[in-house]
């Protein structure tokens, strides 16, 4: 029997969405129906951060209600921002003209809650002249240093001090136009110098940037501001700093990241999503492994389909930076391919530590053995970097409910689709974790027939 309703027929599923941290799911049934992907996490929480830097308020569409979009709202109120709901549902304004410099406290406030708030760097050394960075959250997958980030800050030249409130960063002389390249194509290092290159002096050229397909969006946004980008090949972006910019209106991205985790569900449950919002363009390099392992898809204008085409077939996958497999589709498909005849593997190049999530996997009956130092498989091409480390997953297995705790969000995403593909009853624990970046996940997990209750 399910506890939950859907959002329209029960007013309350929204609250319980929120406070719900332990469930308890009886798996064995496939994921049946529709489900809406709205604004990319990983495009929402930049562009709230951009508004900073406009003269105008702005406006945003699709934002997901998550709570990594709540963490950067807090953020931007407690440095005077004025957020309010927008003209249509899940849009929001941000009017930035009275902002001010925010207290130690209230910045400390938010110390471990997310990533976002290193970004506050380059607009607030525009706005201020200076800016406080609590310790920085996200999830536990390696190291994630900053050395890019603060690299980049000081070639604009800014002054990086490293106090007991945390990091200081100062522009006593202002912010100028830099040559950098970074070490490694890093999303947030990437979207750090656009943030900070658009009103600083001069042009500065960004080389081995990311050019994720939220980056993409990000530049769309800052160029209705005013900025003036443009991108080359071999991942060089160009940026001439301009005096002032104004607010955009603008309609996030779909997360492709929640579409392609759907995908595997329905993969991994036998089951038949429509993924309502899902584009194939952004999607090409997961449609081909989705593919390749036995999925069977239909590109639709308003989404698209996912289900199995027949038996699961094992995959060889690299994680990489854009265009290449993200390293947020390799959880869910993991367990996927928990169930396809044969060996496959997956390497991960992006993280150091981001197989972790796979010993719950093995708890729950799935054969997979993890090498934390790679593995030398015919035909790889040299990886990115020395870093990886790679699962080996032989196929198929049942799985069996367990009792596990979420570790980090997409390894804990992937705990709910073995949950509802096993036999028996799972309880998933720190549930919270996901929501951080899956939005309204009890009525999607609802409507697609799932078979659980939120006891904690
Ligand atoms: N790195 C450094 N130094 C830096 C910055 C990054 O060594 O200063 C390393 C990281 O440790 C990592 C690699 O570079 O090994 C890539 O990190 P990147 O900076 O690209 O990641 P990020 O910006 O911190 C974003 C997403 C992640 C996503 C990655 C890769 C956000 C908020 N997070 O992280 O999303 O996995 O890009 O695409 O945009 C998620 O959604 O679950 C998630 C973790």
Redesign the pocket.
Known sequence: MKTLLSDSANPKSGDREMAGEVIRIRGGRPLTGRVEVKGA??LA?KAMVAALLGETASILRDVPDISDVQVVKSLLEVHGVVVEAGDEPGSLTFDPSGAVAAHFEEIDAHAGAS??PILFCGPLLHLLGEALIPDLG??R?????????MDALRAFGAIVDKSYEGIRITAPNGLHGANIELP?P????TEQVLLTAVKAEGVTELRNA?I?PEIMDLIAVLQKMGAIISYEPNRVILIEGVDSLRGYDHRSIFDR?EAASWACAALATDGDIFVGGARQQEMLTFLNVFRKAGGWFDVREDGIQFRRGGVLKPVVVETD?HPGF???WQQPLIVALTQAEGESIVHET???NRLGFTTALVQMGADIVVHPHGLDTEGRRVPRRALEQAAVINGPTPLHGADVVVPD??GGYSYLIAALAAEGESVVRNVGIIRR?YEKLFTKLDALGADFDVVG
């Open positions: 996490k990983n929480t990533r976002i996200g999830c997958i390696g190291d994630r240093p900053i050395n890019f980030h490694y890093s999303v947030g290092a990311a994720e990241n930076v993200m390293t947020d992006v993280y150091e969000l997409r970046g």
